[in-house]
């Protein structure tokens, strides 16, 4: 049982270029969630969603796009890297949004942009 | 407006040691509270819930509607247990969690 897969763990990418961060989960969770992690700052929540087919915008959308096509992928991307977006991300999920299951995490990626 | 704040960046103990790490939170309605830990190199993971009122590795938290906190608690700090500690609120019922600035336990030997 693999949990929350995050590939790639580390990348770096040139101010402009694109990239998609991948996420899978084989728990069977309906929610996924993408969050950035920034010193200081905490978590901040970017998309998620709650199940195939739904996503919605979260405290930090701005820059990115997600999809969800199936339960088990939910793929974070970034169009025109800006330095801005130079932090680690976590993907996540929970069996249902409510009873206080706690997240997955995955075990994050590191980007640069440069 | 929701929010988690942790007021202390790094917590500094000797190994021994009582630990007890704050969070504060404001939330209209009843909150669901959580505890995460992130070991070095190692991801995020739930520590405790407070609604299953758990003892996880010898740490306790208590909610405290009155003062809107949910501090985190262990008698005698370990040398194990330094790691970045994350206090999360659950808002709304689509399962987001919105988390404080996290606050990094050091245990000296």
């Known amino acids: 049982n693999a949990g929350v897969t995050q590939t790639p763990k580390f990348r770096i990418l040139k101010i402009g270029q694109s990239m998609t961060l991948q996420c899978t989960q084989d728990?069977?969770?309906?929610?996924m969630y993408w969050y950035r992690q920034d010193p200081g700052m905490g978590l901040k929540l970017i998309y998620y969603?709650?199940?195939?087919?739904?996503?919605d915008k979260g405290e930090v959308p701005n820059g990115y796009n997600v999809s969800r096509s199936t339960t088990e992928d939910f793929p974070l991307r970034l169009e025109l890297a800006a330095p801005s977006q130079t932090s680690v991300y976590f993907c996540?999920?929970?069996?249902?949004?409510?009873?206080?299951?706690?997240?997955?995490f995955g075990s994050g990626t590191r980007l640069t942009v440069v | 407006a929701q929010r988690v704040t942790q007021p202390e960046k790094l917590l500094s103990v000797f190994k021994g040691a009582p630990v007890e790490l704050k969070c504060n939170y404001s939330y209209s309605g009843s909150p669901e509270l959580f505890w995460y830990v992130q070991y070095s190199r190692q991801r995020l993971q739930l520590l405790l819930r407070h609604i299953s009122r758990e003892s996880i590795k010898g740490f306790t938290a208590d909610l405290n509607k009155g003062e809107t906190s949910f501090h985190l608690k262990k008698p005698f700090a370990q040398e194990e247990d330094s790691a970045m500690y994350y206090c999360a609120l659950k808002s709304g019922n689509t399962g987001k969690l919105i988390f404080g600035q996290g606050t990094t336990l050091q245990v000296k030997p």
């Open positions: 969603s709650v199940g195939a087919g739904i996503t």
């Open positions: 996540a999920s929970s069996p249902l949004g409510q009873g206080g299951y706690g997240y997955t």
């Open positions: 728990m069977n969770h309906n929610y």
